[in-house]
């Protein structure tokens, strides 16, 4: 088959954030269907040596939560005395701030740069589906490795070792509050982690595996809430907030827990909270034992038909339309049930079905913030030296790294995102990136912001659209045009030719057709 | 309903191409305000712990319950500001205190959404979409009362605080977003004449990007006047307000200047409070005052507007009478719902209360719910914005009636 321009842009949009420059000549020549396979086997595809570098220059990319607990955590702020010290627990926090930071440089650099683009796509999907906040307390010591280790992994890979991986994370564990769920009458069970604490077990059937019509019932997430008392984290030998002790423990005992810590990088089963009774659960008994019970339910969970069903649905609205066709979520379904939960099996039933492939569809869903704001950089050519106007810009439009509070994550429907004020902040973006006023390309700034300075963030980010000093070259339409494969409607292409010169390259990414993908 | 209200956004959007939407001023705004009677729906996201703002502090079980989290007794050391002799406010709404005094504040207890879900996302859902247990419901109620409410509307008669329109505000009708804090009073590169006529040329047809722009541009014009302009005369030097105090200065403000102003919401999240919640001082209290400052600040800015205005306070749903393991409190049933304004007859707790004793609880844990949200709703509806029988039914489809003393809740 041949790829045609109009299926090279779709897929270049859909399957990532859309075209630089010479991308659609090259899936052109590649052919559709083998850059399709090339993307869902992301290692086959080198990084720039640029971005490689950029990378491992990132310390915060490779740190551990329990190494960062340690570091940053309120328990290296102990004074000699043994008590919390506030003002050094304050330096730390600054010091710490390279770790959200680098974490959303890494995510929006990655997007823009990298040719593994279904990867960036799909970690951007799974991250909101097992969604943490950066700013929920520890959770920004962690938000790098939860990324690194708990998604970036799994995200092409087996539908339960992702459920897996976030499961075990310190950073699931303290934002939906398992680190606390223990079973009264434990000897562990006292202090901070008196009782069951439902959050994390209605949440995990709710949003990450059933969903919410998944045919599950209180008593459900009750019996699982029990099977994963005592999930939680640790540092300095304790499980208990920032590494403090819930109670004096042998040495042997904490010589144990410490070697589980440095296995896991944070992650600690604690018997003393652990409800060792028998558990029934979606009509399986499970037989009290330990930290396997989570196991077992994690086990039912990933391959359950409500959840190939669920995720099947939310993979095809990413990546197909908000309310996609009925017999595309069936087949997807299938596939997941027959695979195992084989995520890049099921991405391959929805990329070579019937739907995606039928041009009717193209350019019909509207953008996130996200999808808009980075393929609007990267048609432009620019490598994105300078992360922070696309942070603006970003928190502007209400979607910035790792900032939506709720475990539903970002949403990615039309629904959620076309409103009038949305119009005006885009196009805004693009008048001031094609003018060459958002400085893209200047030296980062050294200090990093505190997590919750959205406001900041985007008060800076309107200023700059309209008042800063033009720093870089302004974006050539007639190359713009090229990058986009022309796709413009017959008023869109009016439009642009009736405008002065240097208006045309925002007229094409303002425009209807780049609001879409 | 609808095809009216579209056909006047488009009218007023095509003058505005015409006119390069510059000219127009308040005037040009005022002749489509008719109506002149408001609603400010203030959304608690998280599920806010009721029984900590309008506390039973008259029984026993409320501190038996909450051994660490109680707000003390009126009259000790940090305690609840007395209300009726049965309850009082957290002291850390004082700032809501005059109003209740002067009888413009009234709060009804028990109060909810009829489904029994504990989940966040469903309960926000329901009480946006103002269809309890239906999923499928499209739109929200603040969306489909615009529709209810008498046109023709302008791009600004609904306004949605925040970056992205909520559940509650989707929906057919054009929406105005306001952006918070000091972003609302921001320059756009669209101000400019020549590349605003550019940008026209794209979004000219009926499709919903160029709705949506032309609205967007419409309601930012008419924004950005009402906001300068006062906010040289009003100013005078004085620090701006941050936070929610500077968002409810900017209603009061829009409102002020532009009648055509109908419906507002707010969302204030951080009330999910498993942990360590704090009772007179603590995380709870540090969120309730900004939030009574803020909603005493509309009130004073509203001037004679708050004659016409009801501010309806709201959160999904309560949180256990019994505090946790972690001194804090988790997903329970019934809520308090805080309802402000000249029209409200205030200065009473409404509902049937239930008690907090055992068996009186919700599944032996929550308090019960015996008023639903929707008919103190309706109850607004009608006696505030004269809804008739037909058009509150449009707007909240097979919800209850009010009863008791709810029916009695806006003074007529």
């Known amino acids: 088959m041949t790829t045609s321009a109009a299926l090279a842009r779709n897929i270049s949009d859909r399957l990532g954030f859309g075209p630089r420059p010479g991308d659609l000549a090259a899936i052109t020549h590649m052919g559709a269907e083998r850059w399709i396979e090339q993307q869902l086997h992301p290692q086959s595809i080198p990084l720039s040596r640029d971005l490689t570098a950029r990378l491992a220059d990132m310390p915060a990319l490779s740190l551990t939560p329990f190494e960062a607990l340690r570091t940053y955590g309120p328990a290296a702020a102990r004074g000699p005395d043994g008590k919390v010290d506030p003002e050094r627990q304050k330096e730390l926090r600054v010091q710490a701030r390279f770790i959200p930071a680098q974490a959303v440089e890494a995510r929006l650099v990655r997007a823009v740069e990298s040719p593994r683009q279904l990867e960036e796509a799909l970690v951007d999907f799974w991250f909101n589906h097992f969604n943490v906040f950066v700013g929920k307390g520890l959770d920004g010591l962690w938000i790098t490795s939860y990324d690194e280790d708990a998604i970036r992994p799994h995200v092409l890979g087996r539908f339960r070792d992702l459920l897996g991986a976030t499961a075990h994370h310190p950073a699931m564990l303290f934002y939906l509050d398992n680190w606390q769920n223990s079973a009264a009458g434990r000897p562990g069970a006292r202090g901070a982690f008196k009782g069951l604490n439902e959050n994390y077990a209605r949440e995990l059937m709710e949003l990450h595996t059933l969903g919410v019509d998944g045919g599950y019932s209180q008593d459900d997430i009750i019996a699982l809430a029990r099977i994963l008392t005592g999930w939680g984290f640790g540092g300095r030998g304790g499980d208990g907030p920032g590494g403090m002790e819930t109670a004096p423990r042998p040495p042997r005992e904490r010589l144990k827990l410490a070697r589980q810590i440095r296995q896991t990088g944070g992650f600690i089963f604690s018997e003393e909270r652990h409800d060792f009774s028998d558990k029934t659960f979606l009509g399986h008994t499970i037989k009290g034992r330990g930290e396997a019970e989570g196991d077992d339910a994690l086990d039912i969970l990933a391959l359950h038909p409500a959840t190939a069903r669920h995720i099947s649905f939310k993979l095809a609205q990413y990546f197909l339309a908000d309310t996609p066709e009925p017999a595309v979520v069936d087949g997807m379904s299938r596939t997941f049930q027959k695979s195992g939960g084989d995520i890049t099996a099921v991405l391959k039933a929805l990329f070579a079905s019937k739907a995606f492939l039928d041009p009717a569809g193209y350019g019909t869903k509207f953008k996130t913030p996200l999808r808009y704001a980075v393929s609007a950089v990267r048609a432009t050519g620019q490598p994105l030296k300078n992360f922070r106007p696309l942070v603006g810009v970003l928190t502007q439009l209400g979607q910035a790294p790792y900032a939506c509070q709720t475990p539903d994550g970002y949403k990615c429907t039309e629904d959620a995102w076309l409103n009038a004020d949305a119009m005006t902040r885009r196009i805004t973006f693009a008048i001031a990136l094609c003018a060459g006023r958002l400085p893209l390309q200047s030296d980062p700034p050294d200090k990093p912001l505190p997590i919750r300075q959205s406001q900041r963030v985007a008060d800076q980010a309107a200023q700059q659209m309209e008042n800063a000093p033009v720093r870089g070259p302004a974006v050539d339409a007639a190359q713009l045009a090229e990058t986009l494969g022309q796709h413009f409607s017959d008023n869109t292409r009016a439009a642009i030719d009736a405008a002065q010169p240097e208006l045309r390259a925002s007229l094409m990414l303002g425009g209807p057709e780049f609001m879409r993908c | ?412």
């Open chain 2, 1 to 412: 309903m609808h095809a009216i209200n579209r056909r006047d956004v488009l009218a007023l959007g095509a003058a505005g191409l015409c006119a390069g939407l510059v000219k127009l001023g308040p005037a040009a705004w005022a002749a489509t305000g008719a109506a002149n009677k408001r609603l400010v729906v203030v959304f608690l996201r998280g599920a806010v712990d009721g029984l900590n703002i309008v506390v039973p502090h008259g029984e026993e079980a409320y501190y038996l319950a909450r051994p660490t989290i109680a707000i003390p007794r009126p009259g000790s050391e940090m305690g609840a500001i007395d209300l009726d002799g049965h309850f009082g406010l957290h002291p850390a709404l004082s700032a809501l205190k005059p109003f209740w005094d002067e009888r413009s504040l009234a709060f009804v207890q028990a109060s909810g959404s009829p489904d029994i879900t504990r989940s966040h996302f469903d309960a926000q859902d329901y009480m946006e979409s103002g269809t309890p247990g239906r999923k499928t419901t499209a739109d929200g109620w603040m969306n489909r009362l615009l529709t209810q409410l008498p046109g023709p509307h302008a791009p600004t008669s609904a306004l949605s605080f925040g970056p992205t329109l909520p559940r509650i505000m989707a929906g057919p009708a054009s929406i105005a977003n306001v952006p918070l804090g000091r972003a609302a009073t921001a320059q756009l590169p669209l101000d400019r004449p020549l590349i605003n006529a550019a940008f026209d040329k794209l979004y000219a047809s009926n499709d919903s990007l160029s709705r949506a722009y032309q609205e967007g541009i419409a309601s930012h014009k008419k924004v950005m006047t009402d906001l300068q302009t006062e906010m040289m005369e009003a100013d005078n030097g004085a620090p701006s307000a941050i936070g929610f105090a500077q968002d409810t200065e900017h209603l009061a403000r829009l409102i002020t200047q532009n009648p055509a102003v109908e419906l507002a919401f707010f969302a204030l999240g951080g009330w999910d409070t498993h942990v360590n919640q704090g009772a007179a001082e603590g995380q709870l209290a540090q969120r309730l005052k900004p939030l009574g400052e803020g909603l005493a600040g509309l009130a004073k800015g509203l001037g004679p507007s708050y004659r016409d205005t009801v501010i309806l306070v709201v959160s999904e749903f309560g949180r256990t009478v019994h505090e946790n393991g972690n001194r804090g409190t988790d997903h329970g049933h019934g809520n308090v719902m805080w309802v402000m304004g000249g029209p409200v007859s205030g200065g009473k707790v409404y509902g049937a209360w239930p008690g907090l004793a055992g068996e009186d609880l919700y599944e032996g844990r929550d308090l019960p719910i015996t008023t639903d949200f929707r008919s103190v709703v309706k109850s607004i509806l009608a006696a505030h914005l004269n809804l008739n029988t037909d058009q509150a039914e449009a707007v909240l489809p097979g919800a209850p009636a009010a009863t008791g003393d709810i029916t009695a809740l806006i003074g007529t």
